[in-house]
């Protein structure tokens, strides 16, 4: 199984990244994708996820309305488009797959419970 991350880097405030997901070795299908960061000092969080089964999405708050979260499935890769980025939004990114659930489970469990990752690339947004 393998999770590579790429799109990552540095902009300023304001800006836009797409950062992109390509998965290999399961069956797309049958897992949940999601975007997950770290920035410095604080926990690991959800961000978005993916079902590429049926296009359902869970978006966090902290993101709503800036960032999207889509999927290719002829690729086997998922997209996070991040738009109007802020100092806030610093972090290492990491892409990971849940077997057999729906998007939902980011808004209830940790990261713990997501069974593989990538990993993981910073973006660094200037002000």
């Known amino acids: ?33 999601g975007w997950f960061r770290h920035a410095p000092v604080k926990e690991r969080v959800g961000v978005l996820c993916i079902s590429p089964r049926n296009g359902d999405t869970y978006v ?7 960032f999207t979260i889509t999927g290719d499935n002829a690729k086997n890769t998922v997209y996070l488009q991040m738009n109007s980025l802020k100092p806030d ?21 940790g990261p713990s419970v997501w069974h593989e990752w990538g990993q ?3 973006v660094t947004v200037s002000s």
């Open 120 to 122: 993981g690339m910073q």
């Open 60 to 66: 966090a708050d902290s993101v709503k309305g800036r």
């Open 89 to 109: 939004d610093t972090a290492v990114y990491y892409c990971a797959a849940k077997f057999l659930t729906t998007p939902q489970i980011m808004a209830v469990l």
């Open 1 to 33: 199984v393998q999770l590579e991350e790429s799109g990552g880097g540095l902009v300023q405030a304001g800006g836009s990244l797409r950062l992109s997901c390509a998965t290999s070795g399961f069956t797309f299908d049958d897992y949940t994708i």
